[in-house]
């Protein structure tokens, strides 16, 4: 088999991520229109911080960190979605970052066997300065 090289571009992964982006405050405009089971709330509500990243994200942010010292790291967003529907969303009515101010970091757990299936997706939003 031949293994060819992955050529990332970060600059399309950034913004295809923001051609998809939806921020549910503008989906679920009222308290009343958020489905059942599904935690939504600010960050002014639940803070966003390093700490409440999975300890594979809180490695790779320190990564970055060591890579990048002089840009300080806001967070502004965090979803949780299990098999594909959001059980957690902290966000505000804020905008995506520009381009340049994006830093997204997610980590998908997947557990599969013949008989069941559960994806996990943990995915936050930060802008750099």
Not at 36 to 52: I, K
Not at 111 to 128: H, K
């Amino acid at each position: 088999m031949d293994v060819q090289e992955l050529a990332l571009d970060a600059r399309e992964i950034v913004r295809r991520f923001r051609r998809t982006h939806t921020n549910y405050h503008t989906r679920w405009p009222n308290r009343d229109a958020v489905p059942e089971g599904v935690t939504f709330g600010t960050p002014s509500e639940h803070p966003l911080d390093e700490d409440r990243l999975p300890a594979a994200l809180r490695a790779e942010l320190r990564a970055y960190k060591k890579a990048h010292p002089h840009h300080a790291i806001t967070f502004l967003k965090h979803m949780r979605t299990v098999d594909g529907r959001p059980e957690l969303v902290i966000e505000d009515r804020g905008e995506l970052p520009s381009d340049a101010q994006l830093l997204i970091l997610s980590q998908t757990v997947t557990l599969a066997a013949c008989d069941s299936v559960r994806i996990v997706t943990d995915l936050f939003v930060a802008r750099t300065e």
